[in-house]
C-alpha cells in the first residue's frame, strides 16, 4: 500500500537467448510487427517496422545491394555461432526516430579481434525507449542488437546520427567505451534460494564500520543500485507481459505522467532476477474516467475485475478501507492515489498498478512523487510474488521490509543520486496500515533505543500493523533497508524475505543474508537510522552524504 502523494510526502547488458533457430518468421512486407523501428534482414533485403494507421507492420524493405568484399567489410565470427545473445547499450542515449518515425540514428555492434574492430552481424537491431537523458527531446533511446558473440569479446557501439556521446571521429561519428562480453545473469525461479550479487562500487561498508560510515551509506546503496540495473537490463524483464492504459483525461490533467513507464522499466530491471508476476497491467486514469476506464481494463487483462474493484477502491466504492482513511480518495484535493492488487491467492499470475490522476494545486512535488509511487507499488506486488500466496504476508514480511523496502526502490530507480536524496522521505509520520490515525512528527532528535524498540515491534509481521506505528515503516524502514543494501547489495532484503517465507527465523534469515543474526544487527541498524532520521530534519540533509564517485 502506498499513501497518497500529497499527503505523506514517494555499460553493457546482456541476456541470454534461445538458440538462432527459434527466432520469429522472416519478415514480410505488411505482416504485423512488434515494435517501431525494429529492423530484420531477410530475402537480402533490409526490413523496418513502421506505424500504419494504429498497427505496427513491416516495411516493404530496402534491397541490400551487395558490394564486391573488401578488407573493409570483413565481420566478426564467433567461435560459436549457435547461442544468440541480446546486447543493449546504457551509453549512447540517441534521438533515434524522426516525428514521422524515420530512423535518424543508426547503431552497429563492433568486436575487437586483434586488435581490428569488425562490424557484428545481428539477427536483429533496434531501439528501446528506456533512457530518460533530459538534455534530448522526448524520445529517448538506447540500441540493442541480438547476435551471436563470444563471451569475453571487447565490443563497442558506433553511432551515426543524434546521439548524447562524447567520444567522436573527425566526421562525427559517436563511439561508446569499450567493455568486455561478460556472461548474463540469469533469473531465479519461484521459490529458489536467492543469492544476492555482493554490493558493488567499493565502499566496503560493514557491520564493523557502518556506525561511523553513514556519511557513505546512501552512495554506496545508490551506487549499487545502478550496477544492478545496468547488470540486469538485458534479462527478460517484466516488460515482457507488461500492458498499459493512460487515459485522455489522466494525460490531459499531467503531460508528462507517461514518465512513470520509464521508471517502471528501471525497476523491471533493478530486479530482474527476483521472481515477479508474469503479467503486469498499469492503468492511469482520474475519477471521471472511471467507468470508461474499466472498459479499457477488460482489454488489458481477461478476468479483470480483480482490478477494477481495487480501482473502485481508489475512491471509497465498496472499499476494503475504513471510512476516514487517507488511502481513498472520494474528490481530488491535488494529490493522485495509487494502489497496487495482486492476482488471489498466486500473486505469481499477474499484478495491477493504478494511479488515479488529479489535477496539481499548487505542489509542485506532486508529480515527481506520483511517478515515483508506481514504482514503489510494483516493488509491493514482488514481494507478493515472493510469498507466492498473498495471505502470507501477514505471516512472514515483517512492516518495517513491506514498505522500508518499497521506499528505498522507488528511490533508487532516480536518474541521477541529488534525486534519489530527494524522493527518501526520511522525515516519519504515524498512521495505521488502514490509513487511520494520521499524524506528522516534528523535528527532534531520534535515539537508538526508541528506534530498536520500533524494529523489534515492527519485525513481527502478524501484529505490526495493528498501531499507528506502521507508517515509521516508509521512513525508519526505508533507513534500515538502505543501510542493508549498502552491506549486502540491491537484492539482498529480497533473499531475506524469502528466508522469513520459507519458516527461517529472523535471526536465521539475517544469520545466511548478512554474515549476523537479528539480534546482533537490530541495534547497529537502530543507530544507523536514528542518526539518519536526526539528519533528515536538518538543513544538511540532503548534502551530508558523500557523492558517489563518477
Known amino acids: 500500500?502506498?499513501?497518497?502523494?500529497?499527503?505523506?510526502?514517494?555499460?553493457?547488458?546482456?541476456?541470454?537467448?534461445?538458440?538462432?533457430?527459434?527466432?520469429a518468421a522472416a519478415p514480410k512486407a505488411g505482416a504485423i510487427c512488434t515494435k517501431l523501428g525494429l529492423t530484420s534482414i531477410a530475402a537480402n533485403k533490409k526490413f523496418t517496422c513502421i506505424k500504419s494507421g494504429k498497427k505496427l507492420v513491416w516495411d516493404k524493405g530496402v534491397l541490400i545491394v551487395q558490394a564486391t568484399p573488401t578488407s573493409a567489410q570483413v565481420f566478426y565470427v564467433p567461435k560459436d555461432k549457435t547461442e544468440v545473445y541480446k546486447v543493449s547499450d546504457s551509453e549512447g542515449c540517441a534521438v533515434a526516430y524522426d516525428g514521422s518515425g524515420k530512423e535518424v540514428t543508426f547503431a552497429t555492434l563492433w568486436a575487437s579481434i586483434d586488435g581490428q574492430w569488425l562490424q557484428v552481424k545481428t539477427q536483429e537491431t533496434g531501439w528501446e525507449k528506456t533512457c530518460n537523458d533530459p538534455r534530448l527531446p522526448d524520445n529517448?533511446?538506447?540500441?540493442?542488437?541480438?547476435?551471436?558473440?563470444?563471451?569475453?569479446?571487447?565490443?563497442?557501439?558506433?553511432?551515426?546520427?543524434?546521439?548524447?556521446?562524447?567520444?567522436?571521429d573527425a566526421q562525427g561519428i559517436g563511439y561508446s567505451q569499450p567493455f568486455i562480453f561478460t556472461a548474463p545473469p540469469k533469473p531465479l525461479k519461484p521459490n529458489e534460494p536467492i543469492v544476492p550479487n555482493p554490493a558493488e562500487g567499493g565502499y566496503g561498508?560493514?557491520?564493523?564500520?557502518?556506525?561511523?560510515?553513514?556519511?557513505?551509506?546512501?552512495?554506496?546503496?545508490?551506487?549499487d543500485a545502478q550496477a544492478t540495473i545496468n547488470r540486469n537490463k538485458g534479462l527478460n524483464t517484466a516488460l515482457a507481459g507488461y500492458k498499459s492504459y493512460i487515459s485522455p483525461g489522466a494525460l490531459a490533467t499531467d503531460p508528462k505522467i507517461g514518465e512513470i513507464e520509464i521508471l517502471l522499466n528501471r525497476t523491471f530491471s533493478l530486479f530482474a532476477r527476483i521472481p515477479a508476476p508474469k503479467?503486469?497491467?498499469?492503468?492511469?486514469?482520474?475519477?471521471?474516467?472511471r467507468l470508461a476506464t474499466k472498459t479499457q481494463i477488460d482489454r488489458l487483462y481477461p478476468d479483470s475485475d480483480w482490478i477494477k474493484i481495487k480501482l473502485d477502491d481508489i475512491y471509497g466504492i465498496n472499499t476494503d478501507q475504513p471510512a476516514g482513511?487517507?488511502?481513498?480518495?472520494?474528490?481530488?484535493?491535488?494529490?493522485?492515489?495509487?494502489?497496487?492488487?495482486?492476482?488471489?491467492?498466486?500473486?505469481?499470475?499477474?499484478?495491477?498498478?493504478?494511479?488515479?490522476?488529479?489535477?496539481?494545486?499548487?505542489?509542485?512535488?506532486?508529480?515527481?512523487?506520483?511517478?515515483?509511487?508506481?514504482?514503489?507499488?510494483?516493488?509491493?506486488?514482488?514481494?507478493?510474488?515472493?510469498?507466492?500466496?498473498?495471505?502470507?504476508r501477514e505471516k512472514y514480511e515483517p512492516c518495517w521490509l513491506r514498505e522500508g523496502a518499497a521506499e528505498w526502490g522507488q528511490a533508487a530507480v532516480a536518474n541521477n543520486f541529488d534525486e534519489y536524496l530527494s524522493n527518501q522521505h526520511l522525515r516519519p509520520y504515524l498512521l495505521t496500515s488502514n490509513g487511520l490515525q494520521y499524524e506528522q512528527t516534528a523535528a527532534r532528535t531520534w535515539t537508538t533505543e526508541e528506534v530498536d524498540s520500533y524494529l523489534k515491534l515492527a519485525d513481527k509481521?502478524?501484529?505490526?500493523?495493528?498501531?499507528?506505528?506502521?507508517?515509521?515503516?516508509?521512513?525508519?524502514?526505508?533507513?534500515?533497508?538502505?543501510?542493508l543494501v549498502s552491506i549486502g547489495g540491491s537484492e539482498s532484503f529480497f533473499a531475506l524475505q524469502l528466508r522469513l517465507a520459507n519458516g527461517q527465523t529472523s535471526n536465521q534469515a539475517f544469520q545466511a543474508v548478512y554474515g549476523k543474526p537479528w539480534d546482533e544487527i537490530r541495534p547497529i541498524l537502530a543507530e544507523v537510522v536514528a542518526r539518519k532520521i536526526t539528519l533528515a530534519w536538518t538543513p544538511q540533509a540532503l548534502t551530508y552524504q558523500t557523492r558517489p564517485a563518477r
Open 279 to 289: 503479467n503486469v497491467i498499469f492503468v492511469a486514469t482520474t475519477q471521471e474516467e
Open 325 to 392: 482513511s487517507v488511502f481513498t480518495q472520494t474528490s481530488c484535493k491535488g494529490s493522485d492515489a495509487a494502489r497496487s492488487v495482486s492476482t488471489y491467492p498466486d500473486g505469481m499470475k499477474a499484478t495491477a498498478l493504478i494511479i488515479s490522476v488529479c489535477p496539481d494545486l499548487g505542489n509542485s512535488e506532486k508529480h515527481i512523487t506520483s511517478v515515483f509511487g508506481m514504482s514503489h507499488e510494483y516493488i509491493h506486488s514482488i514481494q507478493v510474488a515472493v510469498l507466492v500466496n498473498v495471505l502470507d
Open 205 to 223: 561498508i560493514t557491520w564493523q564500520n557502518i556506525t561511523q560510515r553513514v556519511a557513505d551509506i546512501s552512495a554506496a546503496s545508490w551506487t
Open 1 to 23: 500500500m502506498k499513501k497518497l502523494a500529497g499527503l505523506l510526502g514517494i555499460a553493457l547488458v546482456v541476456t541470454f537467448m534461445c538458440p538462432v533457430q527459434s527466432f
Open 461 to 483: 509481521p502478524s501484529t505490526c500493523g495493528t498501531t499507528n506505528q506502521y507508517a515509521l515503516a516508509y521512513s525508519l524502514g526505508a533507513a534500515a533497508t538502505e543501510a
Open 140 to 168: 529517448k533511446y538506447f540500441a540493442f542488437a541480438k547476435a551471436a558473440v563470444d563471451i569475453g569479446t571487447k565490443l563497442r557501439w558506433k553511432f551515426v546520427g543524434p546521439v548524447n556521446i562524447f567520444e567522436r
